[in-house]
């Protein structure tokens, strides 16, 4: 099938199986990447993230994920609610927690995909990946065309901002490649750097992941840092404010995946009903949610740190 053509069809299927956008990059090494990522690992902005200083090459290479593969199928997965916990809320959870983990959800839809394109363009060899593996998901949906890497170093999309998860399908098949996104409209616009009330944000575009909250109520083991208490605002599993002031957020529509919607019971929660949760019900409630990553006594102590400073 023509090379146009297939990658026509992979769009088209992505954007029917619910995902926001698709883009198509052509495998490279990301050697532009190397001395950002190596300066991060240096620094020890991973924090307790060990992980991350795993595979280094592996993240700059997907030939080395996928033998002889060709071509990065980028998604876009848009997760901004249109039912929210108020701002007013006495505890506050990160939007993208709001239903089921995405890492399940997306992944199946990828599943589905790559047996689309596997049936109706041509049999390949490929993997799925969604935020589990070693690959530098921004810089390829940069390549892909979909957005540009803000000061707070997620993707902002032109269109409708930077609500997103971001997941790839790596293949062994040559495509159509979309150009990479050029622009960067940031502009001298500091907001992110200004509202992050524990200082993560560095004017180098990169997050010290020990400062950041979302870090910090979802990662971070043991006790949390003295010298941030009194900062966390709100914030009990991860952390929207530097998306909340972004300029280009305005442009948010809410989503049309059903698995991402807040609990009818939870949108109502009070700090009472947080505090009376026992571990059954909590395990039952977020069964489904990206709040088991924290566990129980996470998000416990998370909270038991806001009140302490009360």
């Known amino acids: 099938m023509d090379k146009e053509l297939s990658s026509k069809k992979i769009k088209d299927q992505a954007l029917k199986l619910g995902f926001s956008a698709c883009g198509i990059a052509e495998v490279s090494f990301l050697s532009d990447h190397r001395p950002r990522l190596q300066k991060w690992l240096n620094e020890n902005r991973h924090g307790e993230m060990g992980y991350m200083s795993n595979n280094f090459e592996m993240r700059l290479d997907p030939a080395l994920l996928v033998e002889n593969s060709r071509s990065v199928i980028v998604v876009l997965q848009n997760y901004y609610p249109e039912k929210q916990l108020h701002p007013d809320s006495d505890y506050l959870i990160s939007r993208y927690a709001y239903g089921e983990d995405y890492h399940f959800v997306i992944k199946d839809k990828l599943r589905k995909l790559q047996t689309f394109i596997n049936n109706e363009i041509a049999a390949n060899q490929s993997r799925v990946f969604t935020d589990s593996a070693p690959v530098l998901e921004r810089a390829w949906a940069v390549k892909a065309g979909l957005g540009w890497i803000g000061k707070n170093s997620l993707l902002i999309t032109p269109r409708n901002g930077s609500y997103f998860f971001i997941a790839e399908i790596i293949t062994d098949l040559e495509l159509a490649y979309d150009n990479s996104y050029g622009g960067n409209f940031c502009g001298d616009c500091r907001r992110c ?110 909270m038991e740190f806001l009140d302490s400073d009360e």
């Open 193 to 302: 750097i200004d509202a992050c009330p524990t200082q993560a944000i560095g004017q180098d575009r990169m997050i010290d992941s020990r400062k950041c909250i979302s870090y910090l109520t979802i990662e971070k083991k043991g006790e949390l840092p003295e010298e941030l208490k009194g900062k966390y605002k709100k914030w009990i599993f991860g952390c929207d404010i530097c998306q909340e002031v972004c300029p280009w957020n305005r442009f948010s529509i809410p989503h049309n995946e059903s698995s991402f919607e807040l609990p009818a019971q939870v949108q109502g929660f009070k700090a009472e009903d947080w505090k009376d949760l026992s571990k059954e019900t909590f395990n039952s409630l977020f069964k489904k949610s990206a709040l088991k990553r924290a566990k129980y006594e996470g998000v416990m102590r998370n």
